[in-house]
């Protein structure tokens, strides 16, 4: 796309929360920035102090509640619905991109609150639940007012299939590879036959469980062996249980910056990944394979699909901590065929550059905005109408 254009964003989750869509918005929008585009983000904030982009715009705080296996900070009622239309209203948009449309939060509110050029991100996958098809007929008229539909994996295009019979293009989750690349070992953390955890640890579908199940065998055979884990949660309910000859092969990191996580990747020879479920793209694995780490992952079908069914990554059995130990000494067992899914991941994990990514979506862009006039706000009247589908 030639010309400059002013995007505004939706987020449906907390800005101050760190997620994978936040983290996707706010590395999409500073690339879009850097080309010369102007970007405004509207998104729930817990505290507006915090939130250091001049491009943000703070809508309110939000409530959490339970989603797909998490816990989801959305925004939402009366005086969310007044800011989305002050900010529609004042924005004077070619375009909105909008992200989780169908979550009830800001990103529904602006769809019900916009008319003109929209452009939606489909990021959860999601199996037949009977919620979401009690408030499909609700959602698919305001769905309908989309200019045009992303989908970031197979699995959240299906997703979006199955609930709401309506298609998208599969543009996958962007990364800053030059970042992860540039990550250097850190001799405060790396020893020889470490391995990598990163995540909400305490969280159940995380998987670390499953991980610490196999780390007796993998010991045996190692006893050298080290296990970092990186990211928030309660250690003392994770360690409660365990053997104190494998809990002293444990160190806890904490939660860690964008430039740790980088030199995270670069301090072990292995990462990780043991998600049972709720992933319908794996990002941690691209930004893993640009740091240059293989991997070794569940086979659940967002990883099978990232790692081409192994192509790009060890993969073993879901849930199953004695698959994970044997696939773990195998490969810890064989520096070259580490060596050999270091360098191919790399090469691969180029095709989620942002440079790509990036230029996919503003395509997307460039068909949504052909021939209009810009972002309006819709009545109040009938906006609502379409979304009680009167």
């Known amino acids: 796309m030639k010309r400059k254009i002013k995007i505004g964003m939706v987020c449906p989750y907390g800005w101050d929360t760190p997620g994978g869509v936040q983290i996707h918005m706010k590395e999409l929008a500073e690339f879009l920035i850097k080309e010369g585009h102007e970007v405004s983000l509207l998104a729930p904030v817990s505290d507006e102090s915090a939130v250091m982009e001049p491009w943000v715009v703070p809508a309110g705080r ?9 816990v989801a900070r ?49 990021h959860a996958s999601a199996p037949k639940q009977k919620a979401i098809y009690a408030i499909g007929p609700i959602l698919e008229p305001v769905l309908e007012k989309l200019s045009a539909r992303i989908a970031v994996s197979e699995m959240a295009r299906e997703t979006l299939k199955v609930h709401f019979e309506t298609e998208a293009v599969v543009i996958p989750n962007g990364i800053d590879t030059t970042k992860y690349s540039n990550g250097v070992r850190n001799p405060e953390w790396y020893r020889p036959n470490t391995i990598g955890f990163l995540g909400r640890f305490d969280e159940q579908r995380k998987g670390l469980s499953v991980l610490l199940n196999a780390l007796p065998e993998i010991a045996r055979a190692f006893p050298d062996i080290q296990l970092l884990i990186a990211g928030p949660g ?10 104190p000859e494998i809990v002293r092969r444990i160190r806890f990191l904490g939660r860690l910056s964008e430039e740790e996580k980088a030199d995270f990747f670069k301090s072990v020879d292995i990462y990780v990944a043991p998600n049972i479920r709720g992933e319908s793209f794996g990002i941690i694995l691209a930004e893993a394979m640009a740091g240059g780490v293989p991997i070794l992952a569940s086979d659940i079908q967002a990883f099978n699909d990232l790692l081409q069914n192994g192509k790009y990554g060890r993969l073993f059995q879901n849930e199953s901590s004695v698959d994970l130990a044997k696939q773990c000494l195998s490969l810890l067992s064989n520096a070259s065929e580490r060596e050999q899914f270091s360098k191919n991941g790399y090469a691969y994990a180029l095709t989620f550059d942002w440079k790509s990514v990036a230029s996919q979506i503003l395509d997307v862009y460039e068909v949504a905005i052909a021939g209009g006039t810009g972002v309006t706000l819709a009545s109040e009247n009938r906006g609502w109408r379409r979304l009680r589908n009167e």
Do not use: Y
Not at 62 to 70: C, K, R, S, Y
Not at 98 to 119: F, K, N, Q, T, Y
Not at 234 to 243: C, F, H, Q
């Open 74 to 122: 959305i925004l939402f009622g009366p005086i969310a619905t007044s800011r989305v239309r002050q900010w529609i209203s004042s924005g004077e948009f070619d375009l909105i991109h909008i992200h989780e449309p169908a979550i009830p939060s800001l990103s529904l509110l602006a769809c019900v609150a916009g008319d003109g050029p929209m452009v939606a991100t489909f």
């Open 234 to 243: 309660d250690e003392a309910s994770v360690l409660k249980g365990i053997d």
């Open 62 to 70: 939000p409530v959490p509640i339970p989603f797909n296996g998490a």
